[in-house]
């Protein structure tokens, strides 16, 4: 069955320090990737997506991903948090395939704290 | 409207009660999806709506979980029989289409005592 893994569940940094979130899928094929955050008191939103093409995807707020297919990993980064950025993050994924497409599968998800 | 609506907000109810949860998506939204999310647990996936028809309910965890769609917008979380397991929120996403971006509501937290 489809997974994905998220291996950081908690992650505490300085503001302007690097984050790399690591996020790792079960399956080959054709996939379709995302990061959502949560931030808190509000609803998930997209952070950024790879649908296909150049697998260095950028999203809002200076964050950018790379999709790494021989690794089947999607990690999330950005070169300098700031305090703000304090949320949770969660990777998805969609099953392989037009047929299985509709069914996007999420992470455990990262909480990450930024100290001011 | 703007957004996905989800209503009520917040649900308490006795262990084996029946609850309904209602979503609103996004106008022109074809699929939409619903997911349950624990404390300290990504959204899991529970049913897929591609318009009227339920295209994938794979997540549904057993015959007390159902959901409607009739006009192919506003649908409806059916929970039969409530226990305490069920506790949690649930989320209802909106999409142009199936496997594209998902815009999610505020959720449904639902409490079951």
């Known amino acids: 069955a489809q997974s994905v893994s998220q291996h950081n569940h908690h992650v505490i940094l300085s503001e302007a320090a690097s984050l790399e979130l690591g996020c790792n899928y079960s399956?080959?094929?054709?996939?379709?990737l995302f990061w959502y955050v949560q931030y808190p008191g509000q609803h998930l939103q997209l952070l950024l997506k790879y649908f296909s093409g150049d697998p260095l995807v950028k999203g809002i707020k200076g964050f950018e991903a790379e999709f790494i297919k021989s690794k089947f990993s999607f990690n999330l980064r950005k070169p300098s948090v700031q305090w703000s950025d304090t949320a949770e993050y969660f990777c998805a994924v969609t099953g392989p395939g037009y047929s299985s497409a509709s069914k996007i599968i999420f992470g455990s998800g990262t909480r990450l704290s930024i100290r001011p | 409207g703007a957004g996905v609506s989800q209503t009520p907000s917040n649900k308490v109810t006795e262990k084996g009660k029946y609850v309904e949860l209602r979503c609103d998506p996004i106008s022109g939204h074809t699929a939409l999806y619903w997911y349950r999310q624990s404390l300290g647990q990504g959204p899991e996936f529970l049913i897929y709506f591609q318009g009227t028809g339920a295209a994938d309910d794979s997540g549904l965890p057993n015959d007390r979980f159902f959901a409607v769609r009739p006009e192919g917008s506003v649908s409806t979380l059916k929970i039969q029989r409530t226990e305490r397991g069920d506790s949690a929120v649930y989320l209802c996403?909106?999409?142009?289409?199936?496997?594209?971006?998902?815009?999610f509501g505020e959720g449904s937290r639902l409490t079951v005592l």
């Open positions: 399956y080959g094929g054709t996939v379709n």
């Open positions: 996403a909106s999409s142009l289409d199936r496997g594209r971006e998902l815009f």
